[in-house]
């Protein structure tokens, strides 16, 4: 059979607009073995597009550690898995879709929910939890921001929110967690990071391995159309520049009630036993699902274009392979047994279509009714692709002095007015405003709502016999600031804090999953800060015991050539395995003592008061204060993290505190009245014996460190299991009866406010700021 | 006795009603597909909440055509008991089996979160077990929950004494302050003129353990099965 015609001959030109550059090119047809006509073309650009080929990145990855005990698999599927007992298996994974997210809001979060959504029941795991990790523009007008831009940031805020609610409140799955931060440098390029999770039986796990010649590869879900072509080469791997809104067309367009179905029938056609493989249709649709099946299966495979379900009429070839058309799935069947998953889909109402079948031989054919559109080896395609070293340069240093550094208040000045103002700050205050319009409470498993305890707490019903055993705990954590400053410490704070706040929950941190947001990889101090950010995950994720299992790299984050801070976000899963211990943040009675809990670094008394005031200017206090980005964020003590993690483990599994919540945006004073927050009628009175100046005290970020409060007969108990796992453990104060908040620094009362009018600075700030058109 | 479950596509509260009733309260339960006429013997049919075809066109208006819709119709004209939860209740009031129709939410925002709602009506077989006046904390998770009719039909509501939920504030002393949605005269939930179909908006399947932060929904499940008792005692 001779090549299809087509209208468009390939030239290096059409090549390059393509994304290709001439050495790619000239590989390609090398691969082929001949000149590759313009469906084949755009096959290759897509596959090998940063976004789908990690090409930039894949060497630095390997240095990641993806093994342990627990995990079932690690990187490269659909989704990580990791064994979470009782011969259940928990899949998990965080995906970006940002470019997206700033072309069309809604529809850009939308569609990011449903990807991660179908990565992981893909895998034949029913999901039961989404969290979000989030970065905006300020959304408050101050001298780095005008006020046009932060109406245009809170308007790209409110379209994200809606998708990211609009999507998993129809599909059904509670969204309980995720971060949301502000800076400058996110305005043109907002991150949207999506995690979901799920559960399967251990031996109903499937992956996208095509298998047995001559089973039938079938089609399902939505009809494809001519949305979405080159989203992944297009819009997530290239910079952004001022004519970017016209590539509105190139966003994908969800349907959570489409997903729904979808997962329903899966989940239901994987039952019969007559499903061999299956793989969503993400990024890079139809090109993506065959080409990768084929090749990790070792096969070939034969699909017809003419059979797939279209949306349209008159789509070429290339057109179809490309469409990125959301809600759609290509599984392989055992032969003869089609009927048995057909009857499923149709049941749910849902195209399902023999398109072609797995071949012997390794070659992908994809054939349009007569005429063959492309003829491509999966395996080289695949996994051949181009991998580069990209050149790594350190950027200048910065020039700071001491002058830049923050200069702390003089003794015994009273702190009440800036706390006030540090709750209001958008980072600090509630997001309630944001949270309350996510549906988490659905699917009856929800232990911890957002902001009730430091991490996102599910129970976990098996899927066979709905009882229940053990919960799992998730949090997502990510300080761009603190990357900007120092990616490689940046990034180990990002998994300390997600594994503290998975251990603040009560639960063991078992496995991580990353979203490693960065600017261009063509730019060699961008190379540098995501070299330093994987060693700074390498290191945290080995000490904290919690491997990377999967996730995602999201390169050519800039605008107008302006790269955003290195955003590595890290989502750590733990387990608990007692539901009914679960830990949260609010006090409980009047009368428990507070105690804080810290490890204290080796040496940090020899810190000179300059370095004090360097990583003090990192926080979000002299963010608040000075709106500039300058210090360097704390040292990372690993060791003295993992000791923490140990002790409120311990803590949590011996049932003696009653209140536990990390130390981190906003330092302590914010950690003790987010606590009396979640309670009714209840105060703290502290006092603080700290050397160092009150503001320091009360507001510094540095990590390992939480608080506790117990009940007075607990004191011994709890200050013993401290002791047992080296952690300082020291009475600040009370939980008090009443409307009380007071805080005492050297014997002076440095804040002095009642729990409501905190409570109302920090629970309506955001509404207040949102609603402001 | 049996509950069914009914399964639109769409729905996503079916597995919770599910697990209430089963594995919580430990009663027979089974679900009831949409297409499906035969109602299986069941003596109870919950319609869940979810998104029944999407919601793309006005919440539960496709729904209500459904199959199983007219044998549910039948079964209620029958006396049969039908409670529909959020988009369940949404259903009924499309299918002219609950009086009103649904508004987006005043503030025009999904919301999810605990509301209070009282006890109104202790005379009916979804709230037999409850006193009148008790406060309930339950969840609600919607857009379209803004309850809406007729003044007439609101009089003769109220007259009829159909109202069987009404929104308030934790202690009962304000109720507009406790309305999240916009919902006339605070209503939550509504009886039909027998009193054996109801509907409301608020999850009490997802209020059925302390663990999940409130069990005051399980009264609501634990009348029907009284009631039931008590019907099969009747017939005995």
């Not at chain 1, 340069?393 to 003089?410: C, S």
């Not at chain 1, 603190?482 to 990002?494: E, F, I, K, S, T």
């Not at chain 1, 300058?630 to 690993?638: A, E, I, R, S, T």
């Not at chain 2, 609950?98 to 508004?103: F, R, V």
């Amino acid at each position: 059979m001779a090549t299809a015609p087509t209208e468009i001959r390939v030239t290096p030109e059409i090549a390059a607009e393509h994304g290709l550059t001439a050495e790619e090119f000239a590989r390609v047809k090398q691969i082929l073995g001949r000149e590759p006509n313009i469906t084949e073309l755009g096959i290759f650009s897509v596959m090998w597009s940063e976004h789908c080929s990690y090409k930039s990145s894949k060497v630095h990855l390997k240095r990641l550690p993806t093994r342990g005990q627990l995990v079932v698999q690690g990187p490269g599927e659909n989704a990580g898995v990791v064994d979470i007992g009782d011969g259940l298996v928990a899949a998990f994974k965080i995906e970006s879709h940002n470019h997206p997210s700033y072309v069309e809001p809604f529809q850009g979060a939308t569609t990011g929910v449903g990807g991660i959504l179908r990565d992981i029941f893909t895998m034949g795991a029913r999901p039961v939890a989404i969290l979000d990790s989030l970065r905006f523009g300020e959304i408050t007008p101050d001298k780095n921001t005008t006020p046009e831009q932060a109406a245009k940031n809170r308007r790209i805020l409110d379209g994200v929110i809606r998708g990211v609610g609009g999507y998993g409140n129809c599909f059904g799955v509670p969204t309980i967690g995720g971060e949301v931060a502000f800076e400058p440098c996110y305005s043109q390029n907002p991150l949207v990071n999506a995690l979901a999770l799920g559960i399967a039986r251990k031996e109903d796990l499937f992956f996208a391995k095509a298998k047995g010649v001559g089973n039938p590869v079938i089609y399902v879900g939505a009809k494809t159309g001519r949305d979405g072509i080159h989203g992944a080469s297009l819009l997530a791997s290239a910079e952004f520049s001022e004519e970017s809104q016209q590539k509105r067309p190139n966003v994908q367009v969800g349907d959570p009630f489409m997903e729904k179905l979808l997962l329903e029938a899966c989940l239901e056609a994987m039952e019969t036993g007559a499903v061999v493989a299956i793989q969503d249709m993400g990024a890079a649709g139809l090109t993506c699902s065959t080409m990768e099946m084929a090749s990790r299966g070792g096969t070939g495979i034969e699909v017809d274009l003419a059979k797939v379900p279209q949306r349209e009429t008159g789509m070429t070839p290339y057109e179809i392979m490309l469409s990125e058309s959301q809600e759609r799935m290509l599984l392989v069947a055992e032969k003869g047994r089609e009927q048995e998953v057909l009857r499923v889909f149709k049941k749910w109402g849902l195209d399902a279509v023999v398109v072609g079948r797995v071949t012997e031989g390794g070659l992908a054919r994809i054939k349009n009714t007569a005429t063959i559109a492309a003829e491509i080896p999966a395996h080289p395609l695949a996994e051949e692709g181009p991998v580069y070293n990209r050149p790594i340069a350190a950027p200048a240093p910065r020039v700071e002095t001491p002058e830049d550094w923050f200069q702390f208040a003089p003794e015994g000045t009273n702190l009440t007015q800036n706390f006030l103002k540090l709750l209001t700050s958008p980072a600090i205050a509630s997001k309630r405003w944001i949270t309350e319009q996510y549906d988490t409470s659905v699917r009856t498993n929800t232990l911890a709502v957002p902001g009730a305890s430091d991490a996102a707490v599910v129970r976990i019903k098996d899927p066979r016999t709905n009882e229940v055993k053990r919960a799992l705990a998730l949090s997502t954590d990510g300080n761009g600031r603190w990357c900007q400053l120092n990616p490689r410490v940046g990034a180990m704070h990002a998994v300390a804090e997600a594994a503290r706040n998975v251990a603040a929950s009560g639960a063991r941190p078992m496995a991580a999953t990353n979203c490693l947001n960065f600017g261009s990889p063509e730019k060699p101090e961008v190379m540098w800060q995501f070299s330093e950010a994987i060693d700074g995950i390498a290191e945290a994720c080995t000490a904290l015991g919690t491997p990377i299992t999967g996730g995602n790299v999201s390169f050519y984050n800039e605008t107008l050539g302006k790269s955003i801070y290195p955003t590595p976000v890290i989502g750590v899963l733990g387990i608990l395995d007692d539901p009914s211990r679960v830990l949260k943040v609010a006090f409980c009675n009047p009368g428990d003592r507070i105690v804080l809990l810290s490890v204290v670094r080796d040496g940090s008394s020899k810190e000179s008061d300059d370095d004090l005031r360097r990583s003090f200017s990192s926080g979000e206090y002299t963010k608040m204060l000075s709106k500039r980005l300058v210090g360097m964020p704390p040292p990372c003590d690993l060791a003295a993290e993992k000791r923490l993690i140990d002790c409120l483990v311990a803590l949590a599994a011996e049932g003696v505190v009653e209140s536990a919540h990390d130390i981190s945006d906003g330092g302590l004073a914010v950690t003790l009245a987010e606590s009396c927050f979640g309670a009714e009628g209840l105060g703290v009175n502290i006092a603080l014996e700290d050397m160092l100046p009150a503001e320091h005290a009360l507001f510094c970020e540095n990590g390992a460190r939480a608080i506790v409060s117990l009940a007075p007969e607990s004191l011994a108990a709890v200050l013993a299991i401290a002791r047992q796992y080296g952690v300082a453990a020291c009475e600040i104060g009370k939980v008090t009866s009443g409307d009380a908040f007071r805080i005492e620094h050297k014997g002076r009362a440095v804040i002095e406010s009642s729990v409501e009018s905190l409570r109302d600075a920090w629970g309506n700030s955001l509404e207040r700021i949102l609603a402001t058109k | 006795m049996k509950f069914g479950v009914v399964v639109f596509p769409g729905s996503n509260c079916d597995h919770d009603a599910f697990y209430a009733i089963g594995n919580v309260l430990k009663k027979p339960v089974e679900f009831i597909w949409h297409q499906s006429e035969d109602l299986a013997n069941c003596d109870a049919i919950i319609l869940p909440g979810g998104f029944s075809y999407g919601d793309y066109l006005r919440t539960g208006a496709i729904a209500r055509f459904s199959p199983v819709m007219k044998s549910i119709e039948k079964f209620a004209n029958s006396g049969g008991l039908v409670l529909g939860v959020c988009n369940g209740f949404q259903i009924l009031c499309e299918a002219g089996l609950l009086p009103g129709a649904m508004m987006r939410n005043s503030g025009l925002r999904f919301i999810c979160r605990h509301v209070y709602i009282r006890v109104e009506q202790t005379d009916t077989p979804f709230t037999n077990a409850a006193s009148k006046g008790q406060i309930l904390k339950i969840p609600i998770a919607h857009s379209d929950g803004n309850w809406n009719v007729d003044e007439s039909t609101l009089a003769s509501l109220e007259k009829n004494r159909q109202v069987i939920f009404r929104y308030t504030t934790p202690d009962g002393s304000n109720d507009d302050a406790g309305n999240p949605n916009g919902a006339m005269h605070n209503i939550a939930g509504v009886c039909n003129r027998e009193r054996n179909v109801a509907g409301l908006m608020p999850h009490p399947e997802r209020a059925a353990e302390l663990a999940l932060g409130s069990a005051d929904g399980l009264v609501i499940f634990r009348s029907m099965v009284e009631a039931l008792v008590g019907a099969a005692r009747a017939t005995a």
